[in-house]
């Protein structure tokens, strides 16, 4: 069926709970754009102009429904003095914790992020990405949350520790580590939103339910979240990169227009809860999919508008990337299955 | 205080999570003239059988089970000062996250319950080299190498210890294992990067070493 709304028509159909005329998809592909070019993932990713005709090179092939504007939110810790480490075969990752203990995290300074070339370079994508496609297809931007965000600098288990320490040792450490996080997300928000975004995703794999339970979301990750979205200028989906099932009603309550779900969390369920209130994407198993035929994601996108109507719903994988070991074609045939669903 | 009710209250301040506790029921037991060979193989491991099992079922969060292997962690730490000669390991094995990798929560945990089983355990810690691994492995003599992952990219380099102990001629006397949330996610991958075996969690890697090494 011929597509009637543009991409950017429909994922607003969406996320206003209305009927769009089929469901948004959005394979998410960080690195795939590298291929396109002929470069290395480290030149690739190093480079705004390069990120950013990837991603375009990527939605000329495809035509999926969205473009990516950061290469990966590991990003964000270059602006508290951590290095990135490249790999051939995957996004980068930390070159080393910043903080050696959890104390350490009162030495927190707050951190202006337009300041880091790395991360003026993401704003360079995006402003790419907003002269060729604004208006038109979603451009969406990306950082760690401001709970999650101290985890990668000392490392989950200094920040576990903390979080399960005495309260009069915690609290001071915790406050002071969080409103600094807090600060720079919102202010590396607002920027990639001035800079073209369109919507904000928030990773937050420390407070997924696979890390903690409902009662500790609730202590320590719900109120930094609300506080959070609140001043982000923009829509912002929360991403808890684990299961996020038992918390789903909260994460709707905190102003999120979607939530990306792992793929242990049953879509059907989910989507009792969310119809109507915040839109749900997933959740594909982006690592088996590696192995997956295009018939295999076929069936599994035929699952997924099952168990949601289509409604209330975009198509993509948990993580949410799709690595790079997955078929062009299986790639296609989440699309081409998306673009042919009809509502009932 | 006997073995069995040390046992209860032991379990009882891991489900709590009460560290605190955690250390004075170990010395309230050494202070009671309980054996401290028997507290290792009556009290703390009964107990981390029976959270691994909630895990299992999804009771416990990743970050409650490794702060009850903190609790265990300092316990056995104790104990291990208390007994009169130290136990002689079952066999080494060498542990560690892949390299670029700092999620450590699992490694942790595994080494925790490989400790607890007996084994003596060379933690190498975060984002370690294939060939650091290897190295340290032979080194110690270890029987086994354990590599955790939580990237897919950074858990199919680890293919390259297979490399490493194929050059070197170890295959036959160093053991293999992956474990992490690629190998979970997708219970074939361990094939791709060609190790002896992969484990699903700590209680699950405790048995597959004893499996591929032979040991009891």
Partial sequence: MADTL??????LATVTHKKPDRPPVFPVMLMQGARELGLLLEEYFSKGEHYAHGQLRLLEKFGHDCVIGVPHVVEDTVAFGATLMYFRNGPPSLGKMVLREAKDARKLAPADPKKFPALQETLHALDILAQNVKGRVPIIGAAVAPFSLPSLLMGAEAWVDLLFSDPATRDPILAHALAVTRDFCVAWANAQLEAGADAMVLADGMASATMITRDEFIQFALPIIRETISQIKG?????GVGSVLPVIDLIAETGAAGIILDYHDDLATAHKIAAGKI????????????????????????????????????????????PLGVSDETIRAM??????FQYA | MNLETCREQFLETLIALDQERGKQIIEDALAARLPPEEIIARVVNPAMDDVSARQTNLDITLSRMYIMARIVEGALNRLLLAVPRPPTPRATVVIGTARGDYHGLG???????????????????????????VNMAVSVKAQAILASALLVHTAEELAGI??????RNLE????????????NFDPEFWTQVRADAMARNATDAVATVRQLIGVG
């Fill in chain 1, 335 to 340: 699309i081409e299955t998306t673009k042919n």
């Fill in chain 2, 107 to 133: 490694r942790r945990l595994v080494a925790t319950f490989m400790r607890v089983a007996g084994f003596k355990v060379v933690d190498l810690g975060l984002s370690v080299e294939n060939r650091q691994f």
């Fill in chain 1, 279 to 322: 839109t749900l994407i997933g959740n594909f198993n982006n690592i088996a999919m590696r192995r997956w035929s295009p018939e295999k994601m076929r069936e599994e996108v035929e699952r997924a508008l099952a168990a949601t109507g289509g409604m209330d719903y975009i198509v993509s994988a948990q993580g949410p990337e799709i």
């Fill in chain 1, 6 to 11: 543009t991409a950017l028509e429909r994922l």
């Fill in chain 1, 235 to 239: 829509p912002v989906v929360w991403e």
């Fill in chain 2, 162 to 167: 297979r490399d490493i102990l194929r050059e």
């Fill in chain 2, 172 to 183: 036959n006397e160093i053991k293999f294992i992956v474990g992490g949330a690629p190998f």
